[in-house]
C-alpha cells in the first residue's frame, strides 16, 4: 500500500484573493454560466428538433454545444459553491474527477474540431463523393472517435495519477488540473508512466492539429478556384477556423503558463489565464456558428418573427 495516497482533502486556494468581493463575482458567474447554458442548449434544440438540420454539419455543431456544456458543468457549479463557502476544498476523488473532465473536455473539443475540418474537406474538396464517404455510419464512427478518444486516454491517466503518494494537499488554481496534482506527489514518486501517457497525448493530439492544417491547406486551394467554393468557404469554414484558432492560442496559452509562467502574477490574472477555455469558446462558438451559418440563422430569425407576432 505504499503507493496509495494519504491526502483525501484538496484544498483550492486560487480563489482567496478574490473572497472580499465574492458576492459581486458570483452575480456576474451566474449570470454568464446562465447565458452559456442558454446559448447551447437554444443551439443543440434547433438543431434536434428541425430536420433540415439533420446533416453531418450541424450534428457536429451540436456534439460541439452538448461538449461546452460538459466542461462547464465540471466548473462552474463548484466555483459558484465555493464562492459561498468559508473553505475552499475538494474531495481527493472529486478532484481527480474534476481533472478528467477538464482534460476530456479541452482534447474532445479538438477531436470534434478536427472531424468538423474532415466535414468541411469532403464537402469542399470533395463534393460529387461526399455522400458516399460521409454516411450515418461513417458519421457516428467519427462522432464516437471524438468522444472515445479522450475518455480513454484521461481515464488511463487519472488512474495512473490516483496510484501516486501525495505529500501535499494545497492547489493553487480554481480547479483540480492532473499537471498540477502530480507536482504535488512526494520526493522520489515513479511519474515515469504519466509522463509516458503525457507525451503520448500530445502526439496524439499535435497529429489532430496537423490533420487539421493539412484539409486547410487543400480547402484553400478548392475555394480559390470558383466563386461558389469560396462562398461556401466563408459560410462554412470561417466558424470552424476562428473557433479552432480561438481554442488553441488560449489553451497553449494556458499550458505554457502552467509548465513555464512566473508566479510573481497578482493570483487574479493567474486565474483568468487558468480560466480562459471555459470562458471565451463556451459561449462564442455557438454565438459564430449561430449568426453565421445560413440555415441555424434563419431558424432563429424564424423563432423570434414568430414570437414577434
Same mark, same amino acid.
Given at each position: 500500500?505504499?503507493?496509495v495516497?494519504?491526502?483525501?482533502?484538496?484544498?483550492?486556494?486560487?480563489?482567496?484573493?478574490?473572497?472580499?468581493?465574492?458576492?459581486?463575482?458570483f452575480?456576474?458567474?451566474l449570470?454568464?454560466?446562465?447565458v452559456?447554458l442558454?446559448?447551447?442548449?437554444s443551439?443543440?434544440?434547433?438543431?434536434?428538433?428541425?430536420?433540415?438540420?439533420?446533416?453531418?454539419?450541424y450534428?457536429?455543431?451540436?456534439?460541439?454545444?452538448i461538449?461546452?456544456?460538459?466542461?462547464t458543468i465540471g466548473?462552474?457549479?463548484?466555483?459558484?459553491?465555493d464562492l459561498?463557502?468559508?473553505?475552499?476544498?475538494?474531495?481527493y476523488?472529486?478532484?481527480?474527477?474534476q481533472?478528467?473532465?477538464?482534460?476530456?473536455?479541452?482534447?474532445a473539443?479538438l477531436s470534434?474540431l478536427a472531424?468538423m475540418a474532415?466535414?468541411r474537406?469532403l464537402?469542399?474538396?470533395?463534393?460529387?463523393?461526399?455522400h458516399?464517404? #460521409?454516411?450515418? &455510419?461513417?458519421? %457516428?464512427?467519427?462522432?464516437c472517435f @471524438?468522444?472515445?478518444?479522450?475518455?480513454? $486516454?484521461?481515464?488511463?491517466?487519472i488512474?495512473?495519477?490516483?496510484?501516486?503518494?501525495?505529500?501535499g494537499?494545497?492547489?493553487?488554481k480554481?480547479f483540480?488540473?492532473?499537471?498540477?496534482?502530480?507536482?504535488?506527489?512526494?520526493p522520489?514518486?515513479d511519474t515515469?508512466s504519466?509522463?509516458?501517457?503525457?507525451?503520448?497525448?500530445?502526439f496524439?493530439?499535435?497529429?489532430?492539429?496537423l490533420f487539421?492544417?493539412?484539409t486547410y491547406?487543400?480547402?484553400?486551394?478548392?475555394?480559390?478556384r470558383?466563386?461558389?467554393d469560396?462562398?461556401?468557404?466563408?459560410?462554412t469554414?470561417?466558424?470552424?477556423?476562428?473557433s479552432?484558432?480561438t481554442?488553441?492560442?488560449?489553451?497553449?496559452?494556458?499550458? #505554457?503558463?502552467? &509548465?513555464f509562467? %512566473?508566479?510573481?502574477?497578482p493570483? @487574479?490574472?493567474?486565474?483568468?489565464?487558468? $480560466?480562459?477555455?471555459?470562458l471565451?469558446s463556451p459561449?462564442?462558438n455557438?454565438?459564430?456558428?449561430?449568426?453565421?451559418?445560413t440555415?441555424i440563422?434563419?431558424?432563429?430569425?424564424?423563432l423570434?418573427?414568430?414570437?414577434?407576432?
Amino acid at each position: 500500500m505504499d503507493n496509495v495516497s494519504v491526502v483525501r482533502i484538496f484544498t483550492l486556494s486560487g480563489i482567496n484573493e478574490t473572497m472580499n468581493y465574492r458576492l459581486t463575482i458570483f452575480s456576474f458567474t451566474l449570470l454568464y454560466y446562465c447565458v452559456i447554458l442558454f446559448v447551447n442548449i437554444s443551439l443543440i434544440a434547433i438543431i434536434i428538433l428541425d430536420e433540415n438540420l439533420h446533416e453531418p454539419m450541424y450534428i457536429l455543431l451540436c456534439n460541439f454545444c452538448i461538449n461546452g456544456l460538459y466542461g462547464t458543468i465540471g466548473f462552474y457549479p463548484k466555483f459558484l459553491l465555493d464562492l459561498l463557502s468559508s473553505s475552499q476544498e475538494i474531495s481527493y476523488s472529486g478532484c481527480l474527477f474534476q481533472a478528467f473532465i477538464m482534460y476530456s473536455f479541452a482534447c474532445a473539443d479538438l477531436s470534434i474540431l478536427a472531424v468538423m475540418a474532415y466535414d468541411r474537406y469532403l464537402a469542399i474538396c470533395r463534393p460529387l463523393h461526399y455522400h458516399s464517404y #460521409m454516411t450515418k &455510419r461513417r458519421l %457516428s464512427q467519427l462522432v464516437c472517435f @471524438s468522444w472515445f478518444t479522450p475518455f480513454c $486516454i484521461f481515464s488511463i491517466s487519472i488512474l495512473l495519477t490516483s496510484r501516486l503518494r501525495l505529500c501535499g494537499s494545497n492547489i493553487q488554481k480554481l480547479f483540480c488540473v492532473n499537471w498540477v496534482i502530480l507536482k504535488l506527489a512526494c520526493p522520489g514518486t515513479d511519474t515515469v508512466s504519466n509522463s509516458v501517457i503525457a507525451y503520448a497525448t500530445m502526439f496524439i493530439y499535435v497529429s489532430h492539429g496537423l490533420f487539421i492544417v493539412w484539409t486547410y491547406i487543400h480547402l484553400i486551394k478548392t475555394s480559390v478556384r470558383s466563386k461558389e467554393d469560396r462562398v461556401k468557404f466563408m459560410q462554412t469554414c470561417v466558424p470552424h477556423l476562428i473557433s479552432l484558432i480561438t481554442f488553441l492560442v488560449v489553451i497553449l496559452f494556458d499550458l #505554457m503558463y502552467m &509548465r513555464f509562467g %512566473s508566479r510573481n502574477l497578482p493570483l @487574479s490574472l493567474q486565474n483568468f489565464i487558468s $480560466i480562459e477555455f471555459l470562458l471565451i469558446s463556451p459561449v462564442m462558438n455557438p454565438l459564430i456558428y449561430g449568426f453565421k451559418l445560413t440555415k441555424i440563422r434563419h431558424r432563429i430569425l424564424g423563432l423570434v418573427y414568430i414570437k414577434g407576432q
